[in-house]
């Protein structure tokens, strides 16, 4: 199995809502990563997770808040967004952080997330 | 990090080879060459890696040059499922970068029935 689900598919939120994006995987991969993608952009990272402890953060503002409850488990919470973060927000895995380079990553298919 | 350089798109045929291009002049003598596509409507998609020789998957070719300043994906007979943007990406194994995808604006793949 290869697949890293994301749930919910889409989210409308207003800006004083609380929210919480999930992504799960059952490979055994012990590095987690959040993405944000804007439309017609590629990919930036968020942060990154390796054996369940924060090891990136991309200089993300607080209103993004990750958790890593367990090394199949990736939570993004969200709180007081604004309508410039309506983005697609994609999760993925891979076998192994620092892997010299040739790990290969794993998305899910991403939350379709709209800030009103 | 070490960028890289993509056409903004490229246009090919069903059942014809495709050959996307990637320039990366400043790659460093570590930097692995890793290739994924992003699918309409769906996260990106590994494709293939390679640091020094040509690679072959299942998927498709990848051809980098002696000098590893540039590289060139093949895809041997499109389809239309091919349709995507390709991402050509330097993974850095070891400095500050590691563990990150760094994408570039990519190449937008149309395929012509």
């Known amino acids: 199995d290869t697949e890293v689900t994301q749930t919910p598919k889409h989210l409308v939120m207003g800006m004083t809502n609380k929210k919480s994006l999930k992504c799960e995987q059952h490979?055994?991969?012990?590095?987690m990563y959040w993405y944000k993608q804007k439309a017609k952009k590629p990919p930036e990272l968020m942060f990154v997770?390796?054996?369940?402890?924060?090891?990136i953060n991309e200089s993300v503002p607080s209103r993004f808040s990750p958790e890593c409850p367990n090394s199949s488990l990736l939570n993004l919470h969200l709180h007081a967004l604004q309508p410039e973060d309506s983005a697609l927000y994609l999760c993925?895995?891979?076998?192994?952080?620092?892997?010299?380079?040739?790990?290969?990553?794993?998305f899910g298919p991403g939350t379709r997330l709209l800030v009103l | 990090d070490a960028k890289t350089t993509q056409p903004n798109s490229m246009e090919s045929n069903e059942e014809e080879p495709v050959h996307l291009p990637c320039n990366h002049s400043?790659?460093?003598?570590?930097?692995?060459i890793h290739w994924y596509r992003q699918l309409p409507s769906q996260g990106p998609e590994y494709v293939i890696h390679?640091?020094?020789s040509n690679v072959n998957n299942r998927m498709a070719s990848l051809a980098i040059a002696e000098d590893r300043k540039s590289s060139t994906l093949i895809l041997h007979r499109a389809t239309l499922r091919d349709a995507a943007v390709y991402y050509c990406?330097?993974?850095?194994?070891?400095?500050?970068?590691?563990?990150?995808?760094?994408f570039g604006q990519g190449t937008i793949l149309t395929v012509h029935p």
């Open positions: 400043t790659i460093s003598g570590t930097d692995y």
């Open positions: 997770y390796s054996y369940e402890k924060l090891s």
């Open positions: 993925a895995s891979s076998q192994v952080h620092l892997a010299g380079g040739k790990e290969t990553q794993y």
């Open positions: 990406i330097l993974r850095d194994p070891g400095g500050t970068s590691y563990g990150k995808l760094t």
């Open positions: 490979m055994g991969h012990r590095a």
């Open positions: 390679g640091l020094t």
